[in-house]
């Protein structure tokens, strides 16, 4: 009769006498998947305010009105009245988000352009475009976010009376003040930046 012996797990159904401490560690650790959406979210040219804001809507951590569902509270939308206020709701199909995100980004995005919130996450991460209208369409991505949830909690403390048009303004201005302070002059490769900006939106 043999002695029993002692096996390292290398992978699935793969055993070893010899101990891998990288193949162990394979084992171990926790496996999450690679957050797909890092790329679209953190970037050089992005506003770390704005960031952090699509950062907690990613994980759907924003204090949305369908949290209060639980105590038997629903809280509509104070954009445009709808009956629930959901992340998804809020970014992209609220008519107040979609017509300020249409205005803004349609001329970037083209066809592929509509108010599901995980369509537009997943095309803002793929990156499926030219260097630099892949930028402005991530900056645009968090600076409407960022800027339709600040109109969102001023409304809700009596304070929000922005419309739409004075939106689209504000983002414009945003964006232009976020290009000039990268200071991308003269040979740089984003040096085209603001020229494209005005291109789509000028
Ligand atoms: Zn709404």
Sequence with gaps: MKDDK????HDTDDYKEYFSSARTWEQIRCKKEAVNWSDGVWFKQGIPR???IVWLAIQNRLPTGDRKRQWGI???CILCG???ETRDHLFFACP???TIWDRVAGRLIGRRINPDWSDMLRLVCLGAYSLL????IRLLFQVII????????LRRHQQGIKGTDQLVCMVNKVVKNRITSLGYKGHHGLEGLMRRWFEVFG
């Excluded at 960022?146 to 909690?153: D, F, G, L």
């Design 6 to 9: 002692f096996l390292w797990k």
């Design 50 to 52: 704005c960031t952090f």
């Design 74 to 76: 629903t809280q509509g």
């Design 82 to 84: 709808d009956r629930d």
């Design 96 to 98: 107040y988000f979609y």
């Design 133 to 136: 209208d892949q930028i402005l």
């Design 146 to 153: 960022y800027h339709v949830w600040r109109e969102r909690n």
